[in-house]
């Protein structure tokens, strides 16, 4: 059993940047491939980047370039490194397991980016 809590949210202008974080809980954390998910208000839930456990990566169009997941599976934490950010990147932020587990949602961390 994995429990995830996200963080690192918050409010920027468009051009900047933000780093959100995802802590899981639970031993068996290295062995999933994991992705980084998020919801616009009105809209589905959308992958945006996945990692495996030996940490290749891929990426929804609308990130590649712009955002970079990574993982460190001695803190059991993955990592979403968002540049060059747009208002429509304003959404709830979710990690879990890729492809997603329902078990596995937390409460997600908002970002909103405006000027």
């Known amino acids: 059993q994995v429990q995830l809590v996200e963080s690192g949210g918050g409010l920027v202008q468009p051009g900047g940047s933000l780093r959100l974080s995802c802590a899981a809980s639970g031993s068996l954390f290295s062995i999933y491939a994991m992705g980084w998910y998020r919801q616009a208000p009105g809209k589905q839930r959308e992958l945006v980047a996945s990692i495996t456990r030996s940490s290749n990566t891929n990426y929804a169009d609308s990130a590649k370039g712009r955002f970079t997941i990574s993982r460190d599976n001695a803190k059991k934490t993955v990592y979403l490194q968002m540049n060059s950010l747009k208002p429509e990147d304003t959404a709830v932020y979710y990690c879990?397991?890729?492809?997603?587990?329902?078990?596995?949602w937390g409460q997600g961390t908002q970002v909103t980016v405006s000027s």
């Open positions: 879990n397991r890729h492809p997603s587990n329902r078990d596995y």
